[in-house]
C-alpha cells in the first residue's frame, strides 16, 4: 500500500520527502531539469551565493525555479555568525515577500563545513523570537537536536556526513537516537553520496532527506535525481513496512514441518 502521509513542516503539507538544492550545477538549465527530475516541492537557496532579486541586472534563478511551483527555502550557507545568519534570513523575507520559512546553517570553519553549535543556538534563538520558522542544520548530536527543537524550530536537520562529502550516514546509531526523543520533523542534511545512502536516511525514520552536491556533481544530475526520488520513497515505505529480524542463522523460507521422508 502506497504511504500518502504527507511531510508537515510549519503546517504546510508536502508530498516529496526529498529537499533539494540549487547549486554546483553547470547551469540554470540543469538545475531546473534536475529539480524536476527530482519531484522535490520545497528548494533550498544560498541566499548569499545565488542571485533571487538582490541583484537585478544578473539572472535570477527565480526565473527557472518558480515560487508558484516550489517552496522556496532560503539558507544562511556561507555565514560563521550568528549575526550574519540573521540578517542574511531578514534580507530573504524582504525578497521573497515576507517569507518566514528558512534554513538556519552556521558553519564553524572552511574545511569541515561543520556546523558551529554556540552560534546556532544564538541565531536560531533569535530568528524564532522574530517570528521565523527555523529549519536547523545541526550536528548529530541527540541532546542538541532536542534542545533545538525545545527552542521552537519546526526540523531539526542533523548532518549525515560532512556537507558535500558523499559518506552517507556515519553515524546511524545518533540519528535513531534523535529519533526517539523528537517530535518535528527529523531531516538528514548533508552527506548523502548515492540513493543507498537516501535509502538508508529514510529506513531509519527519518521525515525526510536534504541534498545537493549528490545530485549536482554526479555524472548525470538528471539522472541521479531520479534515481533520489525512488530511493526516498523506497526508503519511506521499507521503514513503514518494517523490516524482518536479524539473525545469526539461516532460516529456510519454506516450512520443513510436514516434508516426505
Same mark, same amino acid.
Given at each position: 500500500?502506497?504511504?500518502?502521509?504527507? /511531510?508537515?513542516?510549519? +503546517?504546510?503539507?508536502?508530498?516529496? %520527502?526529498? =529537499?533539494?538544492?540549487?547549486?554546483? &550545477?553547470?547551469?540554470?538549465?540543469?538545475?531546473?531539469? *534536475? =529539480?524536476? *527530475?527530482?519531484?522535490?516541492?520545497?528548494?533550498?537557496?544560498?541566499?548569499?551565493?545565488?542571485?533571487?532579486?538582490?541583484?537585478?541586472?544578473?539572472?535570477?534563478?527565480?526565473?527557472?525555479?518558480?515560487?508558484?511551483?516550489?517552496?522556496?527555502?532560503?539558507?544562511?550557507?556561507?555565514?560563521?555568525?550568528?549575526?550574519?545568519?540573521?540578517?542574511?534570513?531578514?534580507?530573504?523575507?524582504?525578497?521573497?515577500?515576507?517569507?518566514?520559512?528558512?534554513?538556519?546553517?552556521?558553519?564553524?570553519?572552511?574545511?569541515?563545513? &561543520?556546523?558551529?553549535?554556540?552560534?546556532?543556538?544564538?541565531?536560531?534563538?533569535?530568528?524564532?523570537?522574530?517570528?521565523?520558522?527555523?529549519?536547523?542544520?545541526?550536528?548529530?548530536?541527540?541532546?542538541?537536536?532536542?534542545?533545538?527543537?525545545?527552542?521552537?524550530?519546526?526540523?531539526?536537520?542533523? /548532518?549525515?556526513?560532512?556537507?558535500?562529502?558523499?559518506?552517507?550516514?556515519?553515524?546511524? &546509531?545518533?540519528?535513531? /537516537? =534523535?529519533?526517539?526523543?523528537?517530535?518535528?520533523?527529523?531531516?538528514?542534511? *548533508?552527506?548523502?553520496?548515492?540513493?543507498?545512502?537516501?535509502?538508508?536516511?529514510?529506513?531509519?525514520?527519518?521525515?525526510?532527506?536534504?541534498?545537493?552536491?549528490?545530485? *549536482?556533481?554526479?555524472?548525470?544530475?538528471?539522472?541521479?535525481?531520479?534515481?533520489?526520488?525512488?530511493?526516498?520513497?523506497? +526508503?519511506?515505505?521499507?521503514?513503514?513496512?518494517? %523490516?524482518?529480524?536479524?539473525?545469526? &542463522?539461516?532460516?529456510?523460507?519454506?516450512?520443513?514441518?510436514?516434508?516426505?521422508?
Amino acid at each position: 500500500m502506497q504511504d500518502n502521509t504527507p /511531510l508537515l513542516i510549519a +503546517g504546510v503539507a508536502y508530498q516529496s %520527502r526529498l =529537499i533539494v538544492g540549487t547549486g554546483k &550545477y553547470k547551469d540554470m538549465q540543469e538545475t531546473a531539469e *534536475a =529539480i524536476a *527530475a527530482s519531484g522535490a516541492e520545497m528548494v533550498t537557496v544560498a541566499i548569499r551565493r545565488t542571485n533571487i532579486g538582490q541583484n537585478p541586472d544578473e539572472p535570477s534563478l527565480l526565473d527557472v525555479i518558480s515560487p508558484e511551483k516550489y517552496t522556496i527555502l532560503p539558507n544562511t550557507a556561507g555565514c560563521y555568525t550568528a549575526e550574519e545568519a540573521v540578517r542574511t534570513c531578514r534580507l530573504a523575507r524582504e525578497l521573497l515577500g515576507g517569507h518566514k520559512l528558512v534554513k538556519l546553517e552556521v558553519l564553524g570553519d572552511q574545511k569541515t563545513l &561543520y556546523p558551529n553549535i554556540t552560534e546556532t543556538l544564538k541565531a536560531a534563538e533569535k530568528l524564532v523570537a522574530e517570528g521565523f520558522d527555523v529549519m536547523v542544520y545541526t550536528t548529530d548530536d541527540p541532546l542538541m537536536a532536542l534542545r533545538l527543537e525545545e527552542m521552537g524550530c519546526v526540523a531539526v536537520m542533523p /548532518l549525515g556526513a560532512p556537507i558535500g562529502s558523499g559518506l552517507g550516514i556515519c553515524n546511524p &546509531y545518533n540519528i535513531r /537516537l =534523535i529519533l526517539e526523543n523528537a517530535s518535528v520533523p527529523i531531516i538528514v542534511d *548533508a552527506g548523502v553520496g548515492t540513493a543507498s545512502d537516501a535509502t538508508v536516511a529514510m529506513e531509519l525514520g527519518c521525515e525526510g532527506v536534504l541534498m545537493n552536491t549528490a545530485i *549536482a556533481k554526479a555524472q548525470n544530475p538528471v539522472l541521479m535525481a531520479s534515481a533520489m526520488k525512488k530511493a526516498v520513497e523506497s +526508503g519511506r515505505e521499507a521503514f513503514l513496512a518494517g %523490516r524482518m529480524p536479524r539473525r545469526l &542463522y539461516a532460516s529456510a523460507s519454506s516450512p520443513v514441518e510436514g516434508l516426505v521422508s
